[in-house]
């Protein structure tokens, strides 16, 4: 449909190119009458133009608006397919830079470029088609001419390409320099560094206008050097018209000649630089829709996940970024039972539940739950079995109710048991909306207590079989981490927990403590443990 909506206008040109030269040739044939008559067919040609346009820019308009549809959802959805550790090695910044500032160069020169493509590519062979019924000979000259000028355009190619490449990377580092920026405000502030920070994003902003402006540049010389070769080839065209006058053509046939090599010679100038770009355009599209290996590995899985006693980890290896965090570990997880992770800080203690919960693969060794191997485990199935609480709580700008349900639908009863368990009852009361009140940006409008609650209801509700908890109460106050550590082991979920903290009389709920040194793991029952610590 675009490629018609595009070609609609070049029957308009060709047909307003005749018309010009019937009106020109008239003055050859010297009567009013005549001439009036032209004059009513270029009228005709205008409104027919006219209509063509609006049926054409109709037609393109939803195009682009499907397309870049298209574009957006499949660039968010490759992002939301990458594996946890893949999404990592990119800053959240530069994802949202290639949601936001690629999709709109994109948009900016795709779409540009390919209707002036389409257009000029039509022109083209229109008005060589017409060209060679009326000089074949001339119209082959034409020809060759172009495929000449196709090949000097070629050397652009690259550079164009990589000069579009280079605007979105530096697009990227200007966005993480902006959100770091923006995240550390408070210390800039405290720390007078308000003025180093400016001009570290000036610095950004400069080098990201400095490379557009050598984009620009350079397409610009691209353009310019094809134009100043099709002025000296339009010279040698309008020598050859002229001397076809003794030969006995009309002036409306040389015109109409002249206006179609001359459309030929200009579309052909005009094409290999368009198609550069939109080349780069295309590169860029291909660069945030693209997907890894890594991010479909992780989901190979068909099997669903059935936790009824327990999950092995047997001789497993693991490695991240080249550095070996495990070295052939084996232990156990009892369905119903409550670990407790403990290690020296980068042991490895959130990489081993980031294993557990299928966050991270590619390691060696054997993850089995009831006997079936992990890798066999459809992740979503996995997902739905599972629940986190972390030290920093992510919450949604939106009402209590769904940051607790996190937008699905549960019952009553099953809303009102995850609150009493959470202990979240007070502050539901305090709140003039109820659950209904609306939370600030991650929960500004909220304690750190309060907050981790509602990430405690969240697994409640759930009714998830394992929960997952890194360093929860890290940040609280004694009274406050011992209630948060007591609701947690109260729970009927198994429970998996990394906590540097000890609280005298609810720590020795859990079942086992599960201690990583130097890449190995060594399995305590709790009072095995804490009769070693006595001892040392």
């Given amino acids: 449909m675009y ?15 005749y018309g010009i030269a019937l009106l020109l040739g008239s003055l050859e044939v010297g009567t009013m009458d005549y001439f009036i008559k ?48 893949n999404f990592n090695k990119k800053s959240r910044e530069a994802y949202i830079s290639n949601l ?73 580092e200007f966005s993480i320099e902006v959100s770091n920026t923006f995240n550390g405000l408070e210390i800039l502030k405290l720390n007078n560094l308000e003025d180093k920070f400016l001009n570290k994003s000036l610095d950004s902003i400069n080098r990201l206008e400095r490379k557009k402006f050598q984009f620009t540049i350079f397409t610009d010389i691209q353009s310019g050097t094809t134009m100043l070769i099709g002025y000296f080839i339009l010279v040698g065209i309008l020598i050859y018209l002229l001397t076809l006058i003794e030969k006995g053509k009309t002036y ?41 290996d890594e991010s479909l590995s992780i989901n190979k899985g068909n099997k669903a996940f059935s936790f009824n006693k327990e999950i092995e980890v047997r001789n497993l290896s693991f490695k991240y970024d080249e550095r070996k965090i495990f070295k052939d570990i084996s232990f ?48 979503n199935s996995l997902n739905r079995k599972l629940a986190f609480i972390y030290q920093d709580v992510f919450l949604f700008e939106d009402s209590i109710l769904n940051n607790i349900t996190l937008y699905k639908s549960y019952s009553h009863e099953q809303i009102s048991k995850a609150i009493n368990e959470a202990g979240l009852n ?51 106050d004694e009274e406050l981490g011992r209630h948060i550590e007591s609701t947690i082991l109260g729970l009927d979920n198994t429970v998996i927990a990394i906590s540097h903290r000890y609280y005298e009389g609810i720590t020795e709920g859990y079942d086992y403590i599960l201690e990583l040194i130097d890449g190995n793991i060594v399995q305590y029952s709790i009072e095995e443990y804490f009769q070693e610590v006595a001892i040392i």
């Fill in 3 to 17: 490629i018609i909506a595009c070609f609609i206008p070049v029957i308009d040109q060709i047909l307003m190119n």
């Fill in 38 to 85: 032209i004059l009513w067919i270029l009228l005709g040609f205008a409104v027919l133009g006219a209509v063509l346009y609006i049926v054409s820019r109709f037609m393109r308009i939803s195009y682009m608006r499907d397309t870049l549809l298209d574009i957006r959802v499949e660039a968010f959805q490759n992002i939301l397919n990458t594996s946890y550790k």
């Fill in 100 to 172: 936001i500032n690629d999709i709109n160069i994109f948009e900016n020169n795709f779409f540009l470029m390919l209707i002036n493509l389409i257009f000029r590519v039509g022109v083209y062979i229109t008005s060589l088609v017409i060209l060679f019924f009326i000089d074949f000979k001339f119209a082959l000259c034409i020809f060759v001419i172009s495929i000449i000028l196709l090949l000097i355009n070629k050397i652009f190619e690259k550079k164009t390409i990589d000069l579009q490449e280079e605007v979105s990377n530096y697009n990227e």
């Fill in 252 to 292: 409306a046939t040389i015109i109409f000649m002249f206006q179609l090599s001359n459309s030929s010679v200009w579309s052909m100038v005009n094409i290999p630089p368009l198609l550069n770009q939109l080349k780069s355009s295309s590169n860029i599209y291909k660069k945030i829709t693209k997907s890894t």
């Fill in 332 to 379: 156990k997880i009892e369905r119903g039972k409550k670990y407790l992770l403990k290690g020296a800080s980068g042991s490895g203690k959130s990489t081993l539940i980031k294993l557990l919960s299928k966050t991270y693969d590619g390691y060696s060794g054997h993850i089995r739950v009831d006997g079936v191997d992990y890798k066999d485990i459809d992740e």
């Fill in 426 to 476: 007070k502050l539901i009361r305090n709140k003039e909306r109820g659950l209904e009140e609306i939370l600030w940006e991650n929960g500004k409008n909220l304690s750190g207590g309060e907050r981790q609650r509602i990430s405690i209801a969240r697994a409640i509700i759930k009714d998830s079989e394992i929960l997952f908890i890194d360093e929860a109460t890290s940040s609280l």
